[in-house]
């Protein structure tokens, strides 16, 4: 009512919280929601004061009770874990139609890359029937993951699992995601200063370090510009890392996932056992088919590697090599 926030020059109470505060703007949100929801409520607010109620569960009550819940039922709240409460209060609020198209129209989807592209930040806001389809989907692909090596959190799972459904390729069977097609401009002065880790970048802006690059020549159809300063010197032609004929053949070869343990079909693709990076060639011997979590996430996400020495159909891996020292 002061309008304290537009008064220090901050667009809104949130806004201002987090300011104030040195806090995330998540948290400053929920604690200005919070601050409206027990402001309403004097009991559940000296509740809180007193230490009686952590701040959760007096916002959750509070909007339990704001949504009509008598007496008996905010008593009985108090036997229930959070996520119990927030359950309750959803029975309780009315959705008519008109705050059903609401949140209809009020979909959307953000996708922010850094300043470099080296990194998205994804977020957004669907209506409930489309989020649990999504929600569900993901859960799903999730699950059908196998394992890290490493251990992981949900959320680093339902990351793969989105990825993996982004890149599902039309069809069934083996071989049918889609391989990247990229053009990579490499400044040469850069590149060569900084062994790869500089200058390299594919045509829509991301950056490109050795990691993706080990991806995209394996898995990927390529065209390389070299630059000087900005100025093109030379451009290669377009080539497929690993030709079609010799992909086919080694998927038949192997007929599955070739890691120790996993009988996996999941999005076949050849490896290179020895990296291109090092010498590798595209001759069969030198390839092994993995199912994509292996792929992608193992092996080019976790920077594991395929132990040479392993048997052609029980494969397994070598640690990550060690990270060299940053620069200064």
């Known amino acids: 009512q002061a309008r304290v926030a537009t008064g220090d020059g901050c667009r809104s109470m949130q806004e201002w919280t987090a300011s104030r505060l040195d806090i995330e703007p998540d948290l400053a949100r929920r604690l200005v929601r919070a601050a409206g929801d027990v402001a309403a409520s004097p009991r559940i607010a ?12 007096a916002a959750a009550t509070a909007r339990l009770a704001a949504a009509g819940a008598d007496d008996g039922t905010l008593a009985a709240s108090a036997g229930f ?21 609401r949140r209809f129209r009020e979909r959307y989807l953000t996708i922010q890359p850094n300043l470099d592209m080296s990194s998205f930040d994804l977020w957004g806001r669907l209506p409930g029937d489309m989020g649990e389809a999504v929600a569900a989907a993901i859960d799903r692909r999730a699950d059908e993951l196998p394992t ?30 889609p ?11 850069l590149a060569l200063a ?31 510009v070299h630059t ?3 100025r093109p010197l030379a451009a290669s032609s377009w080539t497929r890392a690993i030709p079609p004929a010799v992909r086919h053949a080694v998927l038949w070869r192997d007929g599955g996932c070739t890691v120790d343990g996993c009988s996996s079909r999941y999005r ?7 990296h291109r990076r090092h010498g590798g060639s595209n001759d069969p011997d030198n390839l092994v088919s993995l199912c994509w979590f292996h792929h992608h996430v193992v092996i080019h996400g976790l920077d594991y590697r395929i132990d040479a020495d392993s048997p052609p159909q029980r494969r397994r891996f070598l640690p990550p090599e060690p990270s060299p020292d940053p620069p200064d």
């Open 194 to 224: 900084t062994n790869g880790e500089a200058g390299a970048e594919l045509a829509g802006g991301p950056r490109v370090g050795p990691d993706l690059l080990d991806k995209i020549l394996c898995t990927g159809r390529i065209g390389v």
């Open 81 to 101: 874990d959070i996520s119990g409460v927030h359950r309750m209060t959803a029975r309780r609020r009315r959705m008519t139609r008109h705050e059903e198209r």
């Open 148 to 177: 890290s090596q490493e251990s992981e959190s949900r959320s680093t799972r339902l990351a793969d699992a989105l990825v993996s459904l982004a890149t599902e390729g039309p069809g069934t069977g083996t071989d049918t995601s």
């Open 46 to 57: 000296m509740a809180l004061e007193a230490g009686e109620m952590t701040f959760d569960r």
């Open 228 to 230: 000087d300063e900005g």
């Open 268 to 274: 076949l693709q050849p490896h290179h056992v020895v």
């Open 179 to 189: 391989s990247p097609t990229a053009t990579i401009f490499v400044d040469a002065s």
